[in-house]
């Protein structure tokens, strides 16, 4: 799914999600999989510009987008966000008074396996895996 990247990106890739995995008859795993979309789908639309960039009239003044993908293999759902940043994703650690920086400590901790590769082509792939409840 392209998506541009703007603030209303998160909101339009959880729908996305939702929709995707009733139709695999995932219901189970919609609500972790929305949480750990949106996070991936916050940083990539940051590392776009998306959410710091000047908007005008609903859209990005450079027309970035970011691109979500959502597979289903045997026993595992892959999530892959790629963005047009170069710069590696970095996870910290939050303080209690921050506002920011939990999303890839809640990515690693909802997730089988997470990661990035960057791309030749420019911009990268964040990714995670979850394993499929019954």
């Known amino acids: 799914m392209l998506i ?5 990106a998160a ?9 995707a995995l009733r139709t695999w008859r995932l219901e ?6 929305e949480l750990l979309v949106s996070e991936l789908v916050t940083n990539a ?4 510009g998306g959410l710091n960039g000047s908007l005008r009239a609903g ?3 450079t027309g970035s987008s970011i691109y979500l993908c959502l597979s289903t293999f045997s026993e595992k759902l892959l999530i892959e966000v790629w963005d047009r940043s170069d710069e590696s994703p ?7 008074d921050d506002e920011n920086g939990r999303g890839l400590v809640l990515v690693q901790a909802l997730s089988k396996d ?13 990714w995670c895996e979850c394993l499929i409840l019954e």
């Open 28 to 33: 189970t795993m919609i609500e972790t999989a």
């Open 59 to 61: 859209r990005s003044e």
């Open 90 to 96: 970095h996870r910290r650690t939050a303080s209690d």
């Open 114 to 126: 997470w990661g990035y590769e960057t791309l030749h082509s420019g911009g990268k792939i964040v």
């Open 4 to 8: 541009a990247a703007l603030p209303s």
């Open 45 to 48: 639309v940051k590392a776009t």
């Open 11 to 19: 909101g339009r890739a959880r729908a996305y999600t939702r929709w």
